[in-house]
């Protein structure tokens, strides 16, 4: 197959004697929106972070867009065109809503010191480019005529398009979402899912999500990955999983799980 | 009442900066604090007065190349002819200059990135015992004890080298902020400042016992004499020729070297400034907020950083390492005693006290400081050692000022007083003097009226 963008063989991650990732085999075809759900605690996060570099898998083997990224650092990984959300947000509070974003196009940008103390003309194109393209990306996530703003001072739903807008800063090909809708209410919910779409569709971004709104998951998602205890336990198009015995047992407990299905 | 009261300050604030105002106030002001410190030169008020006006062009509003004539008038003319008037000025002005620039460089190291550094003197101690060493006899002295330096020892190196020595020093300081910070950055918060802390003794004590086996650094006593960069010739000549109607008599040498240094100390500060300026607005310095404000979120979004952290602890040490050879040669006298841990807290203090992370501010608490320290504080402890003298004796409780016992002297009650200062500001303005805010980029953004309307929409597709 050569449309895989994103394939992880048996990655392991222990912290001690727990085991937060066992074998984990997921592949992420380019161009798809893909889900991971499962119950809390069931190592989803965990599974991110080992994806980005935060955490160092002790087994396995990722490979992404023909790299092996394992033992990459976080900003290399970034560099190879992931980008991310996180569960809590995350933002840069003191820093303006421009500048969050111009920070995510970090990678992308090769002015050097020197040319940031000699204000050379490859640094003042680059810098009026980048204020460009980070305005660009504000109006494309929603926000209008909030640049200038702390990003602190936005609300929820405006900071969540922030992050949203900094991950596409660093132009990503697989952007990984980490419960994007958490706190929303049902139209902030849906315009997330219109968004995230639109991303898939205009910019060919393949996403990969974290969720535990059955409505965004099943609404938005063309391949789902269930976890629970660390492992995948199931995995399929959205009907699958919604009757897989497995994963209703792994959200509602063994004895709801024959009653649903009886 | 207090809120009548900030109104009338706003519309005060409004009426000095429109039109032409400003440039009336500005220019007045600078005519009227000029004169008066030319005419009573010993005279505190008058100072402060020039000082505030001086810093007042940075508030007007006035076009940017006034400011710019402005500040150059003051800095370049009128400050060395007040200045020899009274040579002290100087002092006060030279170590402004100094200060502003250690308390930038701290400030890229804890304002922009975050990182507590407590050992920060110890990069200025590099630099001035690099041009201690290399300025002075030291290196014919490697064998002798402390003290017995043979008469006639030549000096290694003409004092010119000095100027050479700024950008030596600047190097040698970044490397040594490299080589501290790379193993010290894995550690983090609370953690970090104590291994700085650490470094800064190391450093200290380095200086302190570096005159066995062989004497590098004289021990405890330090190194003099350190060469001057000669004077420029015919230079001072001129000034004389120049000036002495002005200033009332000549300039002697020693007092040219003040005027000398100040404007070193001055064009180091402006370099200072202007590097932090530029830096702060690229994507180093947004790195470096980044990594401040969340340094998960920022190595996430693709920035390296180990890197940026080692940057921005070269960067800092380097302003550092240049004022150290600047202040080895102006004071021909380095020891290990000019760099104690008070030292660092005491930059740490001109940072916090002026706005952590703000350049203006930062320069302007290093000014506040160091007049305080020299000049206000030193005034009120003389004013009230003269009380102890007198027969006045303290209002309502009637006790007289020469009965009061030494350990009570008002003299030692400089320390406190800054004390009282740092505690009142911290409580009533944490941010400092001028807090850091963040540069607005989009400019059209007021003027789009329907901005509202837009993400109104947006809301609602």
């Known amino acids: 197959m050569s449309n895989v963008l994103l394939e992880t063989k048996k990655v392991v991650k222990r912290f001690g004697g727990l085991v937060a990732v066992n074998k984990m085999d997921v592949v992420i075809e380019q161009g798809s929106i893909c889900s991971i759900i499962g119950p809390n605690g069931a190592g989803k996060t965990t599974f991110f972070n080992t994806l980005t570099g935060i955490y160092k898998p002790e087994e396995g083997e990722i490979v992404f867009d023909g790299h092996h990224t394992i033992g990459l650092r976080p900003d290399q990984i970034t560099d190879l065109h992931i ?54 990306l504000m109006e494309y996530v929603g926000l209008h005529g909030v640049g200038d703003e702390l990003a602190r001072n936005l609300p929820y739903g405006g900071q969540r398009r922030i992050e949203v807008a900094r991950a596409l800063a660093s132009q990503p090909k697989l952007l990984l979402l980490d419960e994007p809708t958490a706190g929303m209410n049902p139209n902030e919910t849906e315009d ?54 497995r994963v209703i047992e792994a959200y509602l407990g063994r004895g709801a799980a024959t009653e649903i299905i009886a | 009442m207090i809120a009548k009261l900030k109104t009338t300050l706003g519309s005060l604030g409004e009426w000095i900066n429109r039109g032409k105002v400003p440039y009336i106030l500005s220019i007045t002001g600078l005519v009227l604090s000029t004169v008066w410190v030319y005419f009573s030169p010993r005279s505190l008020p008058a100072f402060l007065f020039f000082l505030a006006m001086a810093g007042m062009i940075y508030y007007f509003k006035i076009k940017p190349v006034a ?30 200059g100094v200060f502003a620039a250690l308390a930038l460089g701290l400030n890229i190291v804890v304002g922009f990135t975050g990182l507590l550094n407590l050992g920060y003197v110890a990069f200025y101690a590099v630099g001035a015992y690099l041009w201690a060493f290399f300025g002075s006899k030291q290196i014919f002295l490697l064998h002798e004890i402390p003290g017995t330096a043979p008469q006639g020892t030549p000096f290694l190196l003409p004092g010119d080298m000095f100027y050479l020595f700024i950008m030596l020093g600047i190097i040698v300081a970044a490397v040594t902020g490299l080589l501290l910070g790379l193993p010290v950055l894995r550690v983090r918060g609370d953690y970090l400042a104590i291994v700085t802390l650490g470094f800064g003794e190391v450093i200290r004590q380095l ?50 070297y003040n005027i000398l ?47 940026l952290k080692l940057a921005a602890f070269a960067v800092g040490a380097s302003f550092a390492g240049a004022m150290g050879v600047v202040m080895a040669a102006s004071r021909t006298f380095v020891s290990p005693e000019s760099f104690t841990f008070m030292q660092s807290i005491g930059v740490l203090t001109m940072v916090i006290l002026g706005g952590i992370g703000s350049i203006p501010g930062v320069v302007l608490g290093a000014a506040v400081v160091v007049v305080l320290n020299l000049q206000v504080l030193q005034e009120v402890s003389l004013y009230l050692s003269q009380l102890r003298q007198s027969d006045s004796v303290i209002p309502i409780i009637n006790f007289a000022w020469k009965n009061l016992s030494n350990q009570l002297d008002p003299a030692k009650y400089q320390r406190l007083l800054f004390g009282l200062i740092l505690i009142l500001m911290m409580i009533y303005r944490p941010a400092g003097l001028i807090p850091a805010a963040r540069r607005k980029r989009e400019l059209k953004a007021a003027a789009v009226p329907d901005a509202d309307n837009g993400t109104q929409e947006a809301a609602d597709e």
């Open chain 1, 192 to 245: 997330a899912i219109r968004l995230f779409r639109r991303v898939r569709d205009d910019l060919g971004i393949t996403i990969l999500l974290i969720e535990h709104d059955m409505r965004v998951v099943m609404g938005i998602s063309e391949r789902i990955t269930v976890m629970d205890y660390g492992e995948k336990i199931a995995e399929g198009l959205p009907a699958e999983i919604r009757a897989n015995k």
């Open chain 2, 207 to 256: 200086a302190n016992n570096l005159d066995k086996p062989l004497n590098f650094t004289n021990g405890p006593q330090g190194i003099t004499p350190i060469q001057k960069p000669t004077l420029p010739g015919g230079v001072m000549d001129a000034f004389n020729v120049i000036l002495t109607p002005i200033v009332g008599q000549p300039v002697t040498e020693g007092q040219f």
């Open chain 1, 83 to 136: 980008a991310r959300t996180f569960q809590n947000i995350r933002l840069f509070g003191s820093m303006t809503v421009l500048e969050n974003i111009m920070v995510g196009m970090h990678t992308r940008l090769k002015q050097s010191g020197v040319d940031a103390l000699l204000r050379t003309r490859k640094f003042r194109e680059e810098e009026k480019k980048a204020f460009a393209k980070a305005t660009e």
């Open chain 2, 67 to 96: 400011k710019l004539i402005l500040g150059l008038v003051v800095a370049l003319i009128v400050v060395p002819i007040i200045g020899a008037r009274n040579i002290f000025y100087l002092e006060v002005l030279f170590q402004i």
């Open chain 2, 261 to 307: 240094f100040y404007f070193i100390a001055l064009l180091v500060a402006a370099l200072v400034i202007f590097v932090t300026l530029r830096l702060d607005d690229s994507k180093i310095g947004r790195a470096w907020t980044a990594i401040r404000e969340d340094e998960m979120a920022a190595v996430a979004m693709g920035i390296p950083a180990v890197k």
